[in-house]
């Protein structure tokens, strides 16, 4: 059994949110995505892949979780796709995405771009999923650190994304679980603006509702440039 | 910088850069956008950048229509199409756009075989100057760890280089003589680019 909670902010610069969250308890199922391009088209590519992906996944059998989560974000790359070559102004649009499927013993979680998966287990942080942006491949090749990563004017340049091109290769993972795990889903609007140490602290905090909330309020003070987009779940 | 995205029937035409402060459209050839379009007036409209971006009709037969609303003369912001005979017309205004936000570098559609534009680096100082390295990959970084980054793009029609800054530090590496910036720019065979004290050539054939 998992609890969820979570928030999607527009932050203090922009003027509407492009990100979008859903999750279903009963179903296990949570899941963010942040888009991208002009004329609000980012609030649609997210949308669609948000609700693509929750109907495939709830819709489905789960016996192979990893390849059913494989199969959506292929059906969400397809229908974001298909609306951008249809309309000019959707033109270009995109989005990251980041999906977790929680079972008894294991989750299986796949992503897109620079939205992220934490786990805060036994007061340990430790970050599940590896950016497919252009500054965390320079931090594979030792160009730079994490920290100078997340401070860099260039952290804004990601290297897959849904529904820009025909074809996506989202990234599939599986971990176990275990009783009093938390995981947290975060759009870069979060990751870029507070540190590591602050999303350790916070994530800990006892009542789930205020973990989140402080999150935003702490992405928020700290400048708020982007939607910050947080969903909270734990094992029960 | 302004420009317009010109479709007709949902297919592109072409895309016209806003570089006049004054662009006249319609069917006559001496317009700076000339439409052979019969339901085009010779002199249909008038797109001017100052004091804002505006677009006027010059008394057109069929008219032009803005957002779907037919006009005389209004103002133009990011995004509206315009709709002149069967011709549309997007206005793109990049400066419009958040400049903050996300940018995707799709992977390059590649196709194997002749006439592939081939990069190269020679290395024109240091220990092994005289050096020349093949570029393989569709990213390829150059620079000294922790000091300047930039990386090497390759495209469908050729390769483009941009900075990319570490932590909060200053660019200092420059192209043909420029600082770069994180803007992607367009390289060309015999460009120099310096890094970190590294003294390097881009060359580029197509083999």
Partial sequence: MIKVYGKSDTGLKRNHNEDYIGWSEEGGLAILADGMGGHNAGEVASKIA?????????????????????NAIDRANEAINYKAKDSLVCAGMGTTVVVVLFNDSHISFGHVGD???????????????????????????????????RESVSNNVITRALGTDSEVQGEIQQQDISQGDRYLLC?????????????????????????????I???????????????????? | ????IITLN????????????????????????ALDDETVSGEHAVIQLKPEPSITDLDSTNGTQLNGNNIGKEPLTHGDIIKIGSHQLTFIDEQAQDFESTVILDSPVVMEGEGNIQGAIKLLNGTKAGEVRKIEKDRTTLGRPGVQAAVIIRQAGGFTLMAVAIGKGEITSQLNGKTLTTEERQLYDGDLIEIAGAQLQFISQTG
Wanted: aromatic share 2%; hydrophobic share 40%; no cysteine.
């Fill in chain 1, 115 to 149: 939205s992220r998966l934490y786990r805060l287990r036994d007061n340990v942080l430790e970050q599940l999923t590896s950016d497919h942006s252009l500054v965390q491949e320079m931090v594979d090749e030792g160009f730079m650190n994490q920290a100078e990563a």
């Fill in chain 2, 10 to 33: 949902g297919l592109p035409v072409k895309e016209y850069p806003l570089q006049l402060a004054r662009i006249t459209i319609g069917r006559n050839s001496d317009n700076d956008i």
């Fill in chain 1, 187 to 215: 759009s870069d609007g979060l990751s870029d603006m507070i540190e590591s140490t602050d999303i350790h602290n916070l994530m800990g905090e006892a009542s789930m509702e205020v973990a989140v909330d402080k999150l």
């Fill in chain 1, 217 to 236: 309020a702490l992405a928020n003070v700290n400048g708020g440039s982007d939607n910050i987009s947080v969903i909270l779940v734990e094992i029960v």
């Fill in chain 1, 50 to 70: 948000v609700t693509t992906i929750q109907q495939q996944l709830l819709n489905s059998a789960l016996i192979d979780s990893k390849s059913e989560i494989k």
């Fill in chain 2, 1 to 4: 910088m302004a420009k317009l």
